[in-house]
C-alpha cells in the first residue's frame, strides 16, 4: 500500500492551497480517509476525514469551515482545500487510510491507531 501526499508548499496567510493523497496498492472505495497534521514541537493531531462512500465528513474544531475534505474514487484520490490559511496551520500534512466500517469510523474517526496506513506528509507552511 502506498499513500502519495502532494501540493504542499509556501502560502501567505489567507491564502489556499489543495493537498491531494494517491492511494495505491488498496481497494480505494473501501477506506475511509483522513487528514492529520504535525507542527514542529507539537504532537500529530487529526484536521479531517472522510467516509469511504464520501457521505460522511469529519472536521478538527481548529479547521472548521475553512478545510474541505473530498475524495474522488475513480481517481483513487483524497483532496483537502485548505483556505484562509493562518500561520498556525505550518506543519507536516499526513493522509491516512482506515478500514473500519462506516458505523465504526463515525465514532473513531479522529483516532491515529485506527488507520493503518500512512503517506510521507507534505510540508505546508504559511507565512509572509
Known amino acids: 500500500v502506498q499513500l502519495q501526499a502532494s501540493g504542499g508548499g509556501l502560502v501567505q496567510p489567507g491564502g489556499s492551497l489543495r493537498l491531494s493523497c494517491a492511494a495505491s496498492?488498496?481497494?480505494?472505495?473501501?477506506?475511509?480517509m483522513g487528514w492529520f497534521r504535525q507542527a514542529p514541537g507539537k504532537e500529530r493531531q487529526f484536521v479531517a476525514g472522510?467516509?469511504?462512500?464520501?457521505?460522511?465528513?469529519y472536521y478538527a474544531d481548529s479547521v472548521k469551515g475553512r478545510f474541505t475534505i473530498s475524495r474522488d474514487n475513480a481517481k483513487n484520490t483524497v483532496y483537502l482545500q485548505m483556505n484562509s490559511l493562518k500561520p498556525e496551520d505550518t506543519a507536516v500534512y499526513f493522509c491516512?487510510?482506515?478500514?473500519?466500517?462506516?458505523?465504526?469510523?463515525?465514532?473513531?474517526?479522529?483516532?491515529?491507531?485506527?488507520?493503518?496506513?500512512w503517506g510521507q506528509g507534505t510540508l505546508v507552511t504559511v507565512s509572509s
Open positions: 491516512a487510510a482506515d478500514p473500519s466500517p462506516p458505523q465504526d469510523y463515525a465514532g473513531s474517526y479522529n483516532m491515529e491507531y485506527g488507520y493503518y496506513y
Open positions: 496498492g488498496l481497494t480505494f472505495g473501501t477506506v475511509n
Open positions: 472522510i467516509a469511504w462512500s464520501g457521505g460522511s465528513t
